[in-house]
């Protein structure tokens, strides 16, 4: 049997794991925004396509932001827990968890702006109570 690892859709695939990885990583950490990463050196609109999945972060970026976190590189690459700094693991499996519940309740991966999150909700008719 043989596997075609990497074939361009795996890769793709690879790579929004890793950008979701990421996020979570950032949300865990307590960071806000684009600013984290900057403090690297990484270019917004790199940070943007790493976060997205279009790009690979730069392996040395990832090395340094485990030593400075506690994170692994496992837990980037692959979503493996062991070895994560013992503080990091409730916070990464809490986000992990509210992202996924977020996943599933907008299964078609768009953003939803505030408003139009406000107009599908304002249309739904009150309970009257019947």
């Known amino acids: 049997m043989s596997k075609e690892i ?3 859709e795996a890769v ?3 790579r929004r794991r ?5 996020r979570i990583a950032r949300e865990a950490l307590g960071k806000k925004g684009k600013d ?3 403090e690297y050196g990484i270019l917004e609109s790199n940070q943007s396509n790493m976060m997205d999945g279009l790009s690979y972060p730069p ?3 990832l090395a340094v932001l485990c030593d400075d976190t506690g994170l692994t590189l496992d ?6 827990m062991a ?3 013992q503080g990091l693991t409730e916070p990464l499996r809490r986000v992990r968890s509210e992202l996924s519940a977020a996943a599933e309740a907008n299964p078609d991966g768009r953003k939803r702006s ?3 999150e406000s107009a599908r909700t304002s249309s739904i008719p009150a309970d009257r109570g019947s």
Do not use: D, I, N, T
């Open 6 to 8: 990497l074939s361009s």
């Open 12 to 14: 793709r695939a690879h």
């Open 18 to 22: 890793v950008g979701h990885q990421l």
């Open 36 to 38: 984290w990463m900057a």
């Open 59 to 61: 392996p040395l970026f």
């Open 75 to 80: 837990f980037f690459y692959r979503g493996v």
């Open 83 to 85: 070895g994560v700094a």
């Open 114 to 116: 505030r408003k139009s």
